[in-house]
């Protein structure tokens, strides 16, 4: 079965979706889409206009979210959804969490304001944004730090899609230097063990045009 | 087990777990939740400030679509998620096609701008996302025509939780008269069908205080 993901680098939600896949080994090709020029093609594989985009057999599939659920319904080794609907339901709050007020509060703030708009030729970062997000994301590491002193992984014992929602957001972030890993050490030593997981090997090798990651961005010792 | 919902009336998000815990007959009690004025006790139920929160036996929940999904797997009927995996994914699809895609281009631009500004005490209606919000319901309703086109509900022949995610957003706008069911036959008889179900009724008698529903809002024969 020959698989393909549209999309680009830095996108969390691509991340979350090649982080899920690298975990089971299913191999997909890349293809970086520019999907802010809505070619006529692109907006038939997807016409909400955004990436990813998964060719993943005969489907050709949209929504980071439902396109996880999907893989790990066919591809349930090794297990990224705990076995009972408590777990999962904890697991799907935290993937909510994260691509929903996580994105909002930070990452749109951060990385769409000093990468995106500059690579789709929007402008310059609004410094109100830039400010809201640089806030709003010592709130967020703080929850996670909470979490991780109660919990292994953020969703309980085991790591679950939950992890790599959060490992997808904060990557992209630390990649324009805009996470603090010196706020919490149970925090930084989470990233540590997600990031040494050769799932993540793909990410640490992302490489975006008038964007270079600092040094200590593929760093598994940072 | 007795249930409680937090919720505002108009929440789409609300009204998804509304809709789906009537269809399963689950009874709850609702409580309308001032959640924008982040009351402390508030924030001990849903750290993430908003609504819905589900109280469900020792359950306290929060993000409607980890919600949906819990109840889905713990009361399976009658069936909201189809039988197979591409199924459930295509449903999920397009919970997240109103959930992010319509919410964003169109609710945040009509119904957040006319009414929650309003009760929130946020200000005036913004014309500019007034007029973004018009012009983006037409695309979604015409979306909508041409899977109906194809279709019987939303997501395939069977109703499922994607019908509920739609009708959530569309009767929120059509309390405030924002829904033109005169631009397509198919996605009105669609609607017909969904407002006829017992499971809208709680839904149709809503009221906001300073903003009264339209003749037709509950009207079945609109």
Redesign the interface.
């Known amino acids: 079965m020959s698989s393909r993901l549209y999309h680009v680098p830095l996108s969390p939600f691509c991340r979350k979706v090649r982080l899920v896949m690298a975990e089971k080994k299913l191999e997909v090709e890349l293809v970086e889409e520019r999907y802010w020029e809505k070619e006529p093609d692109f907006l038939r594989r997807n016409?909400?206009g955004?990436v990813p985009v998964l060719k993943f057999g005969a489907?050709m599939?949209?929504?980071s979210?439902?396109?996880c659920?999907?893989i790990e319904?066919?591809h349930p080794e090794p297990a990224l959804l705990p076995k009972t609907?408590?777990g999962?339901?904890e697991v799907?709050?935290l993937?909510?969490?994260f691509d929903?007020?996580f994105h909002h509060e930070v990452t749109a703030n951060l990385l769409y304001e000093r990468v995106n708009k500059k690579v789709t030729g929007e402008g310059y970062p609004e410094s109100r944004n830039v400010k809201a997000g640089a806030k709003a994301v010592k709130y967020h590491l703080d929850?996670m730090a909470w979490l991780l002193d109660q919990r292994r992984w953020l969703a309980g014992d085991a790591l679950t899609m939950a992890d790599f929602a959060a490992a997808a957001h904060l990557s992209s972030l630390d990649y324009i230097c805009d996470v603090d890993w010196n706020r919490s050490a149970n925090v930084k030593d989470w990233y540590a063990k997600i990031k040494s997981r050769p799932a993540f090997r793909s990410i640490l090798a992302d490489q975006v045009p008038g964007f270079p990651p600092p040094p200590h961005y593929a760093d598994l010792d940072f």
Chains 1, 2 share one sequence.
Do not use: L, S, V
Request: hydrophobic share 30%; net charge positive.
């Open positions: 016409p909400a955004k489907m599939m949209a929504e979210q439902p396109i659920e999907y319904e066919k609907a408590e999962r339901y799907r709050r993937c909510a969490w929903d007020k929850y």
